[in-house]
């Protein structure tokens, strides 16, 4: 058990599945406190996870991007600048991730339902995280990081 479920603090993945499809939240609370714990040592902190459908994702995407289209995932920071360790005993709220479950199962290809939505929050916890793929090199960066995460934890 971890050191956070020991204490009763809140988990590293809030979870809220506003659909019928089921996910392996242990799993997925699981890899966010590796990734939390491996990309930033030392800082206390936990993010949101929101599974919904073609239609709300399509609202998010239009209100927050402007991008009337469906997407698979979207990550908004909570904070814009350096993450720093906590000084008290409050976890740092990184953020909110939304996924789309039915892109999810649109792209999924050859991976299960699971392990795609296991690749889609990684991406997110990444965003999160401060990683972008805008310019090239930090596109580069992310990948091999995403590449990493999926191999380490997806097997993929």
Known sequence: MS?????NEPPALDIIN?????VQAS????MAEEIFAQERPGLSCFATLYLCNDEQM???NKQYRGNP????????RAT????????????????DIVVDINQAY??????SFQEEIQILVIHG????????????????TMEQKENYYKRKMVGK
Do not use: C, W
């Open 106 to 111: 649109r792209q999924k290809g050859t991976n």
């Open 80 to 95: 814009h600048g350096e993450l720093e360790p906590d000084k008290g005993n409050a976890k740092t709220f990184l953020g």
């Open 18 to 22: 506003d659909t019928d499809e089921e």
């Open 3 to 7: 050191k956070s479920h020991m204490m």
């Open 58 to 60: 399509q609202s998010f």
């Open 27 to 30: 799993v997925l609370i699981r």
């Open 125 to 140: 916890l990444l965003h999160l995280l401060g990683y972008d793929h805008i310019k090239t090199q930090d596109k580069i």
């Open 69 to 76: 289209e469906v997407t698979d995932v979207l990550a908004f």
